[in-house]
Structures are given as C-alpha cells and as structure tokens.
C-alpha cells in the first residue's frame, strides 16, 4: 500500500470553512458573553433600586433607628451607626452562645448534648466511608457511564437551539414575573410598615409611651444570681373535683385582667381573654388536677375523643340500667 501524498494547499477550502466556523462561534459566544454581562449588571442596578423601594421590613415595635429620628449634629453618625448595628447582633449571639456553654440557656444545652451524644454513637457504629464510596459510585455510575449517549440520541439531540426570538420572548416573560414580585413586595412592606406604626401609636396611646420586647433567649450582659437568703418550695397544686376544676378554670371568684395584645385592623382594640381555659365541648383543660378518689374521675379523667366518650356514656347507661333491673326483680319477689 502506497503512502498518500499531500500536495500544497490540499484541502484549504475545508480547513478555512472549519477555522471560519469555529472563530464565528467564537465571537457569538463573546457578544453574547459581553451582552449578558451588561444585562446582569442593569439587572443588579434595577435589584438594588427594588430593594431600596421596599425599604425597611422589621416590625419590631421596640426598634430605634437613631439615623431617622430628628436631626443628628454628629457627621459620622450615618457611617458608624450600621457598623454599631451589626456589631450589636454579633454580641447578642455571642452572648446567646456562652449562655448555652455555661448552661444557662439549660433547655438548650441539654437538647443539644443529647443530641451531640446521639451523633457521636451514629457516627461511631454507621460505616460512613463504606456508605459514602458506594453512594458516590453509583451516582457516577448511573449519570455518567457512556450509556448517557442514548439519552443524547433520543433526547438532547431532538431539542432545538433557541432563537433570538424566542430568547427575547422569554427573557421579557421572565422580566414580567420578575415585576410582579417586586411590585407584591413592595405592596406587602408598605402594609406592613402602616400596621406597625399603627400599633406602635396605638399602643403608647393606651398603655404608655415606652416599648419594651421581652427575650426569648437570654440576652443579658450580667447573670442574676440569686441571693443566700433566698429559697424556693415545691409548688403541688390541691387535687380538686370536676365540678371545682371546671369553676376555677372558668374564672369563678376571679378578676381577669386583659393585656397589651390588640387585634383588628381598622380600629386596633385589646384582645378580650375567653372566660374559661377550656377547650371548646370539654370541661376542664388541666384534667391532670382532678381528684383521682372522686366519683368522677374514673369517667373523666382526659379530654378523651368522642369515640371513647361516648363509650363511658354507654358504660354509665348500661350500670344505671343494670342497677335498675336488679332493684325492680327484687322489688317484685318481695311484693309476690
């Protein structure tokens, strides 16, 4: 077999056509590159626009903006203020955090020793690297062993390269929805900002100038250490009958008085407490303060279903039945 000779120039058409081909695809990816960059960055400007639109969400009542409220003579305050902001709730989680070390956060500390006692067995006795080679095997495996060409032949290959008509079309619905969010948050933080200030008015109006918000966590500074001389007493409630649990409940020789918490969205008025603590069909909701030795309580001691109700209804029924039958058969082999 003969060696091919290549002559000058062989092929030239084909090899420009090829080199042709690959720089315009070259370019077109850079237009279209360069284009998306512009895009994103006016996409970036219209963001930072939205958001500063929407302004502030936090409808905390107790909150102070010490930028916004009056004049201010100090020229740093509007450069140093949110640095202050940030670094006030670095030290509140800071604070947070030794809380649940030192176990003053005790509730906390002991889910999360718990939960760290039942990590440590899990990690102990599971095989994770085991576990973890083989996950990792089959995922490759599975989406990416040749037999991914099949889904390129029936599948990727069947789908068009979109137009410039529609990438437009799409961009714009894209754009739309976009909009439309924006615009609903914007509505939302609006409506939200007037019910705050609302209720902060309302509130001062009707109970006192100064807002506090009481912790959740444990964010003091210095810890409360109780005294030598202080002491505490188990605190056991009396056992009490139905009919005594369900009076009490019900507020009978009580003076209830309302909170601070308003509700409606018009005219905000003081939420009324409902007159008794239990639920609506029970008669008592501390069913665990009934008097065991009571007549009662081996009827009623739970807010049971209506199922199970309606079985010791049944039970009571059938031995007042049952007690009834017996009295008249003695009655009548008296009487004969």
């Known amino acids: 077999m003969t060696p ?73 305050r509007a450069y140093l203020f949110p640095i202050q902001q940030y670094l006030r709730v670095g030290c509140i989680w800071l604070r947070v955090f030794k809380n649940i070390l030192v176990w003053e956060e005790c509730y906390i500390s002991f889910w999360v020793t718990m939960a760290s006692f039942v990590l440590s067995v899990v ?27 099949v889904a390129d032949i029936y599948y990727f290959r069947h789908l068009g390269e979109e137009t410039d008509e529609q990438k437009s079309e799409r961009m714009n619905q894209l754009q739309l929805e976009r909009q439309k969010r924006v615009d609903k948050q914007k509505l939302d933080a609006q409506i939200g900002r007037e019910k705050a200030a609302k209720l902060r008015d309302f509130k001062q109006y009707m109970f006192g100038e100064h807002i506090c918000r009481v912790n959740i ?45 308003l509700v409606g969205d018009m005219i905000p008025t003081v939420y009324e407490t409902p007159n008794t603590e239990a639920p609506t069909g029970k008669p008592t909701k501390n069913t665990d303060l009934l008097d065991k030795r009571g007549s ?37 082999a008296v009487t004969s």
Do not use: C
Request: glycine share 6%; proline share 3%.
């Open 4 to 76: 091919h000779v290549i002559k000058a120039n062989e092929g030239l058409d084909s090899v420009t056509d090829a080199e042709s081909f690959w720089q315009k695809r070259v370019r077109d990816a850079e237009d279209r590159a360069k284009k998306r960059a512009e895009e994103y960055a006016k996409e970036q400007e219209q963001y930072l626009k939205d958001l500063e639109e929407i302004g502030d969400t936090n409808q905390d009542l107790s909150a102070f903006d010490g930028v916004n409220n009056g004049f201010a003579l100090d020229p740093t």
């Open 217 to 261: 966590l444990k964010k003091d500074r210095y810890y409360d250490v109780p005294l030598p001389s202080s002491s505490a007493e188990l605190y056991n409630p009396k056992a009490k009958t139905l009919g005594e649990l369900a009076m009490d409940e019900a507020g009978y020789r009580r003076t209830r008085v309302n909170g601070q918490q």
């Open 296 to 332: 009662l309580a081996i009827f009623y001691d739970s807010n049971d279903s209506y199922s199970t109700a309606a079985i010791k209804v049944g039970s009571i029924l059938v031995g007042a039945l049952a007690i009834t039958v017996g009295v008249f058969r003695a009655w009548y």
């Open 123 to 149: 990690a102990f006795f599971i095989p994770w690297g085991f576990l973890i080679k083989w996950f990792l095997r089959i995922i490759v495996w599975t989406f990416f062993g040749p037999w991914m060409k």
